[in-house]
């Protein structure tokens, strides 16, 4: 007998590939060889090469279930300290997002209690945010700093996110969100706040290696195109990639600036208008959906669907998990929503937490069940991929794969005394 060639390899299993090309995008039967962290094979089980035994060290059949490549949540704010469940009180009596932050709630609120937390503090309370993502099947998240305004608190954030990537089984890339709302002691200062952030703290974290890419929010209640061009000048002198919190509550022409500087992706997108989706569909920019702050806001404007397909406009999907509006644990969920409230089709939606989410990170090597690609997999209780947009809630991930190897169900840390 041969030497066994591959570390594992799943049986009968029903394979959802999300290749932009694949032959068949759904394959029954289907058999997927790990090794080495990446994807050695998939295909048929008739098209093996040689008998199971002699092709993996370990075999197991997962008995038809449905497996896709681990989602990918490419926005969420997880790192923060406190909660704002009083403030959603006060938005279903009536009061406006816009007035909260305005009177200094808000954003504002996090950014104190932010403030105030050690990095401990924050990690542990951070955690079973992640660990809860990850269980309904997300293996790569992005974090954004923008709830400290300052650097060491920023810094902070930073930092938690990073050490979620490295000790949790799950990959974290990171998004520098210091244009998030002017900190209170620069009210009447804003320019100086800009110049700050531009020409001290972005640079400082970047050259600290904690920094994958630059988001900010343009809005009224945020910052202008202006200020936000000012920022991605400074990143593109970095070399850091750009993305934008653009069009959520009106339209300020975000997402034709994001595009602008070849951005990653521009998010929320209520307010898009036509010349926006034109701009990003020339430039590559991914619309990013997030359905859960279009849920907590109760908004009634639909980001504009049907154009971003007939400009073909690649659409991710994310939690945009975060205190304020969008206290969201599921990205399955948020695949749900964008099916019901804004009529994605369950294979867009599932794209949208796959293959387009990889793309609104700049990562290649994820998304997919291609060959060569990472082995970051999610083996469901479910047969067929709708289900995951069809159930609304509970535990569809029977197993999870992180670089080929089983993401163990132990007990977490003792960081988390009430997780679990
Ligand atoms: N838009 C959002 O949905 C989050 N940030 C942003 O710019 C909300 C952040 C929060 O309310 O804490
Ligand atoms: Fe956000």
Redesign the pocket.
């Known amino acids: 007998m041969s030497e066994p060639r591959w570390d594992r390899l799943l049986l009968n299993a029903t394979l959802a590939s999300f290749e932009e090309d694949a032959q068949e995008p759904l394959i029954e039967g289907g058999a997927i060889g790990l090794h080495r962290g990446r994807i050695a094979w998939t295909g048929r089980m008739d098209n093996l090469p040689a008998a199971p035994d002699e092709l993996a060290v370990t075999v197991e059949s997962v008995d038809g279930a449905l497996i896709t490549p681990g989602l990918i949540d490419c926005h969420t ?1 997880l790192v923060f300290g406190g909660d704002r469940a009083g403030e959603f009180e006060l938005r279903l009596n009536g009061t406006s997002y816009e007035d909260i932050a305005r009177a200094g709630g ?2 504002a609120a ?1 950014v104190s209690a932010t403030r105030e937390a050690s990095e401990e503090q924050l990690y542990a309370q951070s955690v079973p945010r992640a660990r809860a993502l990850r269980a309904d099947g997300a293996t790569t998240l992005e974090i954004k700093s923008g709830y400290g305004l300052e650097l060491e608190t920023e810094r902070r954030m930073l930092r938690v996110a990073r050490r979620i990537g490295r000790d949790q089984s799950m990959t974290v890339r990171t998004s520098f969100l210091g244009l ?1 709302a002017l900190p209170p002691e620069y009210r009447d200062h804003r320019e100086e706040y800009v110049t700050l952030v531009c020409d001290s703290i972005l640079p400082e974290l970047a050259a600290e290696g904690l920094v994958d890419a630059v988001d900010a ?1 343009c809005e009224n209640i ?1 910052f202008s195109r202006e200020e936000v061009r000012r920022l991605f000048e400074r990143a593109r002198q970095l070399g850091l990639p750009v993305k934008l ?1 653009a069009e ?1 509550l009106s339209d300020l022409d975000g997402a034709a600036l994001v595009a602008e500087y070849g951005g990653l992706s521009a998010d ?1 997108l209520e307010y898009l208008g036509e010349s926006g989706v034109r701009a990003m569909a020339t430039a590559g920019t991914v619309a990013v959906l ?1 359905p859960g ?1 279009f849920h907590v806001l109760r908004e009634t404007r639909l980001p504009p669907i049907a154009l971003l397909r007939q400009y073909g406009v690649p659409m991710a999907v994310a939690t ?1 998990c ?5 206290p969201m644990l599921s990205l399955r969920l948020a695949a749900s929503m964008a099916c019901t409230l804004f009529r994605l089709t369950p294979t867009e939606a599932l794209r949208g937490v796959t293959v387009n989410a990889a793309r609104a990170l700049g990562l290649s090597d994820r998304g997919t069940l291609k060959t060569g690609q990472r082995a970051d997999l999610v083996v469901w209780n479910a047969r067929q991929p709708a289900e995951l947009c069809y159930w609304v809630g509970g535990g569809l991930a029977h197993r999870i794969y992180v670089a080929g190897e089983p993401v163990s169900r132990r007990k977490p840390s003792r960081h988390l005394p009430n997780a679990s």
Do not use: E, K, W, Y
């Open positions: 704010h808000g954003i996090t998030h929010f945020g919190h959520q929320h997030l702050a945009d975060n205190p304020g509006t969008s």
